[in-house]
């Protein structure tokens, strides 16, 4: 009998991958960390998951292929309205609603899922507990809990559950410093490999009638220590990680920083406050992410993140003119 | 009491007790595949869905780093609550904490269905479990870092305009454009912003046109 050259293709792919990623975690969790992110990167993968936060339950369904002509994602909605994401080397583009509005823009190209390294950063390694769990059945295979644990009420805590054989991820969960779960996307299924039907990469919009996101042009990221609005308060072992001082056009007219200790982050605006439409005034949550915006003279700063509100709210209340 | 209430549910059984096991992906794909389309477009067995988390958790305490006892305890009077034909009163923000304080109570009748079967709840392993982890998490905490509270209540964005979830989500976006080939990028980063952009699961939601996107954008 011959098989198909794609799928001798297909398992060749696996098994080089199978290959080339770490293959003994052990009892370490920062190595199944480490293979969670190779296979994230490295595999092609397809499934139904459940994300649930904010007292609603949506279920999703994700196709990512790495392949000779790259890493292609497609997300879409299974439940609610229609919302579908389609991620390639041209960038994201971002199907709306039951009119199929379409944003798109080339310059943005970050994956559904983490994809990079776990790890704080260099140096700080005390603001977290990195532990093992139990293992437990999870869309019909074995699955290895990571707890990420955070130290203090600054940052959330992570459980992770990771295929035993691949280090996918299956299952996250989010929890605040009380142990109160805050969101949680669980795979009721999973296909990986050969499984995958590429069929499901082809967005389901006939008309393709692409606007700019509106994102600010230019993602040259850099760190600079001579910004001129700085945070002067941080949780312990955050640090400025991307800078992107104002320019001269105006869609680059705003200063944005990036603060992070390695797993959690957050950002800092500060914009004119003549041009500035903010986000209102004060503390919002939107699903498990918090912005704080506040007036201080001719600026409005705000700052957003997927950590705990008194987070934001303090760095927000810190930042000052950092003076030459 | 309760198999009185049992037996004057809509719904049948067989889809409740799969739920179970559904909400941890310990289904098999055909029967997931079902639940996933009866889950879309039943709001009796999606409402019963939601319940069955805050049960489930409180009675095994499986997901409890920490300390969960302020959670269980309130699920435990709920129950109470339910029992005396009283309504709870409060109603907390967090989606864990609302359907604990408002559908528990009214869904005690489905404690039987997640309790069925020795290996379906937290048994003795959970119950020992549970005050270990917590002691070890006390442990690690820093002394001088608990109770930080904001100084402000969150407004949540999810019961405001559009228009104010999109300014959100376009400075969320631009968090995650410079995060997203580095450090802090977030697990789930862009699952989050899709599902919670838009006024997901309300039907009469305002629809994001792409010139109200660019529109609503901050100013620079």
Known sequence: ????????SAL???LLIAVSLPSQAGDDPQAWLDRMSSAMRQMSYQGTFLYIADERMETMRITHVVDEAGSRERLVSVSG???????????LKWISGDEESVMADPLVNWPMFLEQSVRGLPGDSTHYQFKLGDQKRIAERTAQRVDIISADDFRYSYSLWLESGSGLLLQWQLTDQKGEILAKLVFTELSMGSEVDLSELKNSSGKMQQVHSGLPVGAAKSVSESSQWRAQWLPPGFRMTANRAPGQSPESSFQHQVYSDGIASVSLYVEPLESSSGAGLGLHELGTSHIFSRKLDEVMVTVVGDVPAITVEKIAQ??????P | MKSESMNTESINTEPRVNLSSFMDGEVDKSAGSFLVRRLANDQVLRATWDRYHVIRDCLRQQDAHLVQEDLCSRVRQAIDLEDSQSAPASQ???WVKSMAGVAIAASVAMLAIVTVGPGQQGGPD????????A???ESFVSPNMGNAVPASQPVNLAGQSASEREKAKAYLLRHYQLTGDGAGQGFVALVPIVVTGENAGTDDSPKLSPAAEEAELPQQ
């Open chain 2, 126 to 133: 959970a119950a020992v479990q549970a005050p270990a982890l």
């Open chain 2, 92 to 94: 907390p923000r967090n």
């Open chain 1, 81 to 91: 309205p229609h919302r579908e994401v389609i991620r390639d080397q041209s960038g």
């Open chain 1, 1 to 8: 009998m011959k098989l198909p050259i794609f799928c001798l």
């Open chain 2, 135 to 137: 002691a070890q998490a």
């Open chain 1, 12 to 14: 060749g792919a696996v």
């Open chain 1, 318 to 323: 810190s930042v000052s003119h950092n003076k």
